[in-house]
């Protein structure tokens, strides 16, 4: 069966500071993967998307980048947070069928 | 706009009460679905649907596609149905409502 991990589960970090979060996908090969934030008292956003190694879509203009460095991982990152960037972290892969998504257990980053 | 609209924004219902929960959309769609969010973040999805309507348990899923319009029903709600209630629709990307937090009360 397909499992997304994500890491690290919570994250608190000063403004300024760099970020890597990272997620992995067992179970399946050449997934689309994608990375959301969501804010508090807000939906989900669509940040990146990648439809294989290297590929990488991005969905809204800002100071975090996204990388695929191998088939199942699926990397978020920022070289200077902001205070903004806070929020509730998750990586999703989308199923054969395009019509299913799955998500993973989310990172949840304070900056202060 | 929002391509997916859900109402209400906040639910509080009484043990044992049933509860509906809308999500409309005006994105042409492949399928809907309803997703569950509970207090630790973590996601999981409830139904995918695409015509008709579906029941897990407790729970039931309805699509109108004509009227761009779907329900979430919970029977006999339980205080452990608190949660958010999310409805997303696959177009050429998954968009999502913006959730309805749903709080039973014993």
């Known amino acids: 069966s397909q499992t997304i991990h994500q890491w690290p589960a919570t994250l608190v970090q000063p403004v300024g500071s760099p970020l890597s979060l990272e997620c992995t996908v067992e179970g399946t090969s050449n997934p689309n993967l994608y990375w959301y934030r969501q804010a508090a008292g807000r939906g989900l956003q669509l940040l990146f998307y990648?439809?294989?190694?290297?590929?990488i879509s991005s969905e809204v203009p800002q100071n975090l980048s996204a990388s695929r460095p191998q088939d199942r991982q699926f990397i978020l990152s920022s070289k200077k947070l902001l205070l903004s960037d806070s929020g509730f972290y998750l990586c999703a892969w989308r199923g054969v069928s395009l019509d299913t998504q799955y998500f993973g257990p989310g990172t949840r980053l304070t900056v202060l | 706009k929002n391509e997916v609209e859900q109402s209400p924004q906040n639910l509080t219902a009484q043990e044992g009460e049933f509860i509906t929960i809308n999500c409309s959309y005006s994105v042409g769609i492949s399928a809907l679905h309803w997703l569950q969010q509970h207090p630790g973040g973590g996601i999981v999805s409830l139904f995918m649907?695409?015509?008709g309507k579906k029941k897990h348990g407790r729970l039931i899923a309805t699509i109108n596609i004509q009227e761009k319009h779907s329900s979430l029903h919970i029977t006999a709600s339980h205080p452990r149905d608190s949660a958010v209630y999310i409805c997303?629709?696959?177009?050429?990307?998954?968009?999502f409502g913006t959730g309805t937090s749903l709080t039973v009360i014993p």
């Open positions: 997303a629709v696959t177009g050429n990307q998954f968009y």
């Open positions: 649907l695409s015509s």
């Open positions: 990648s439809v294989g190694i290297g590929q």
